[in-house]
């Protein structure tokens, strides 16, 4: 059985920090990337970054560039997202989401109709 399971969300004020976690099981962890999603409220699900286990490469939407780090432990099967100088716009349900080889492969890396499985999301709540 596939499982993304996103912990580490929760309520932080403006300009704190918070690591996402995605641990990753039923599939080829090292043979797919993982991407990570947010959905507010009212709005569209959109990419927030990628990283493919196969090539290393990674990929942050401009909106979080210079304030966002994803990584990967091959070893733990475990993407984590390091999402720091927070901001209220930043408030959202995370998602991770997998698919087959490169982020890039087949669809960009932040189209969500590319990726194959999806965890079921962690809330994250900006605000003083």
């Known amino acids: 059985e596939v499982q993304l399971v996103e912990s580490g969300g929760g309520l932080v004020q403006p300009g704190g920090s918070l690591r996402l976690s995605c641990p990753a099981s039923?599939?080829?962890?090292?043979?797919?990337?993982i991407g990570w999603f947010r959905q507010a409220p009212g709005k569209g699900r959109e990419g927030v970054s990628c990283?493919?286990?196969?090539?290393?490469?990674?990929y942050y939407a401009d909106s979080v560039k210079g304030r966002a780090a994803i990584s990967s432990d091959n070893v733990k099967k475990t993407v984590y997202l390091q999402l720091n100088s927070l901001r209220p716009e930043d408030t959202a349900v995370y998602y991770c989401?997998?698919?087959?080889?490169?982020?890039?492969?087949?669809?960009?890396?932040?189209?969500?109709?590319?990726?194959?499985?999806w965890g079921k999301g962690t809330l994250v709540t900006v605000s003083s």
């Open positions: 990283i493919g286990n196969m090539d290393g490469r990674t």
């Open positions: 989401a997998s698919k087959r080889f490169g982020c890039e492969y087949d669809s960009r890396w932040d189209d969500p109709y590319g990726m194959r499985y």
């Open positions: 039923g599939f080829s962890f090292d043979e797919y990337a």
